[in-house]
């Protein structure tokens, strides 16, 4: 069969009469329209694509196929003017704005605007999962989710965005990304006015309004509004940290805080305070210091004053004399975790910071930073009257003691001493050397 030759004319279509023959693709003048010819087996008349040669038995599927070639949209949605190359995809799109859903799920009652989506819905009812995966062998409903699947073995991130040149997997995921640049927050909060950039933020956000906790720790009880959230929260039981520093091995349960550790070892400090320029490595210290400029004291205890809302709750325990941390060994309660994980070793031993010096070991990081004093011969605590220096704090209080003569261990010492000698009388008078600091 020798294909007929057609020329398609675009810019001007020909419209559709009654019959729903549309001449998109009328031949130049002098040219033979396309004809039919026949098949050597059945003998009926098939109509030859002269673009693509695929064969039609019907003119009519002949014209609606040759739109695919020319990109005729004859069908335009009279709400949102969206073309369509038939008029049943216009039928099915207007159900978009009808909100006409004429196939409902037999087995839980949601409805459908388009047959096939029935099709692939009921698939959630009998589990069935036809396109399987030939790399890794993961199963899935849909043929187009299997195609976004297998990106993830290709690499391959066929949507770039424009303004920064960064690819994404998905095409959802670029138009979210999209929003970084527009500043598009089209989810908001109807409660409290809140923006998000995504719905599924916007609905975790509203878990703080409903009180909902979904999420619960098996082990402790806890709750939590995000699986996210609850799966970090699994690694204080399991003491899992999957985040290793390459430079030092420290480990971590999340990656934000790696990244925040990591500053220790590049210096970074990206946090700059624009009335002095200031710079923290982390935004809350950044937080903190704006209220030296503010003089804002937000948090602050009713007691005493005290205005750190980091260590406002534990602050707190100083006045209630709540230690809700009890060595599960001796029974001694703490305040705070930290003072009782260093109270631990003096149970297990563990001392670990060594000197890098001379290999001393020690269970605190302070008496690391003072026994380094040793070696370094750094004196930080000055006498104020005669100057002299010393390593410790201690030490100095105790040096003070010269100049102002106070003597606080003596006096228990001369009572006790009197009491044994039965001597009776004025301190002064019986020990004429000692001097009482009133």
């Known amino acids: 069969v020798v294909p007929v030759s057609v020329s398609v004319v675009s810019p001007s279509f020909t419209h559709r009469s009654q019959k729903g023959i549309f001449h998109s693709f009328l031949p130049d003048v002098g040219e033979k329209p396309a004809s039919s010819s026949k098949t050597k087996n059945t003998g009926k008349s098939t109509f030859p694509c002269s673009l693509c040669g695929k064969q039609f038995t019907k003119k009519r599927k002949i014209n609606r196929h040759m739109r695919i070639h020319t990109r005729e949209k004859p069908f335009p949605c009279s709400l949102c003017g969206k073309g369509f190359a038939q008029k049943g995809k216009l039928n099915t799109h ?6 006409e859903k004429p196939f409902p799920c037999s087995l839980c009652g949601k409805g459908f605007a388009q047959k096939g989506k029935l099709n692939t819905h009921m698939r959630i009812h ?6 399987p995966c030939s790399l890794c062998g993961k199963q899935f409903t849909e043929k187009g989710h299997l195609k976004i699947h297998m990106r993830i073995h290709t690499g391959e991130k066929p949507f770039v965005c424009s303004l920064c040149g ?18 598009e927050k089209s989810f908001v909060c109807s409660l409290c006015g809140k923006q998000f950039t995504e ?7 509203m878990r703080i309004h409903t009180g909902e906790k979904s999420f619960v720790c098996s082990l402790c ?9 609850l799966n ?7 003491g899992e940290k999957p985040f290793p520093c390459s430079l030092c091995g420290k480990g971590f349960t999340q990656k934000g805080h790696l990244n925040t550790h990591m500053r220790i070892h590049t210096g970074e400090k990206p946090f700059v305070c624009s009335l002095c320029g200031t710079a923290f490595a982390h935004k809350e210290s950044l937080n903190k210091h704006m209220r030296t ?4 004291k937000p948090f602050v205890c009713s007691l005493c004053g005290f205005t750190d809302k ?12 709540e230690k809700p941390f009890p060595c599960p060994l001796c029974g001694t309660a703490f305040a705070q975790k930290g003072h009782l994980k260093i109270h631990m070793r003096i149970h297990t031993g563990e001392k670990p910071f060594p000197c890098s010096l001379c290999g001393t070991a020690f269970a605190q990081k302070g008496n690391l930073k003072i026994h380094m004093r040793i070696h370094t011969g750094e004196k930080p605590f000055i006498c104020s009257l005669c100057g002299k220096q010393f390593t410790k704090k201690g030490n100095l209080n105790k040096h003070m003691r010269i100049h102002t003569r106070e003597k606080p261990f003596v006096l228990e010492a001369v009572l006790l001493q009197r009491d044994q000698l039965h001597i009776k009388g004025p301190i002064l008078s019986t020990f004429p050397g000692f001097y009482l600091n009133c």
Request: without cysteine; aromatic residues 4%; positive net charge.
């Open 94 to 99: 207007m159900r978009i704005h009808t909100g």
């Open 166 to 183: 960064t690819a994404f997997a998905h095409k959802e995921s670029l138009k979210r990304h999209m929003r970084i640049h527009t500043g």
């Open 126 to 131: 009998t589990g069935e999962k036809p396109f």
């Open 199 to 205: 719905k599924g933020k916007l609905k975790i956000h």
């Open 293 to 296: 400029h503010t003089g804002e």
């Open 221 to 229: 009880g806890k709750q939590f509004t995000e699986k996210g959230k």
């Open 232 to 238: 970090t929260h699994m690694r204080i039981h399991t």
């Open 310 to 321: 980091g260590n406002l709750n534990t602050h707190m325990r100083i006045h209630t004399g």
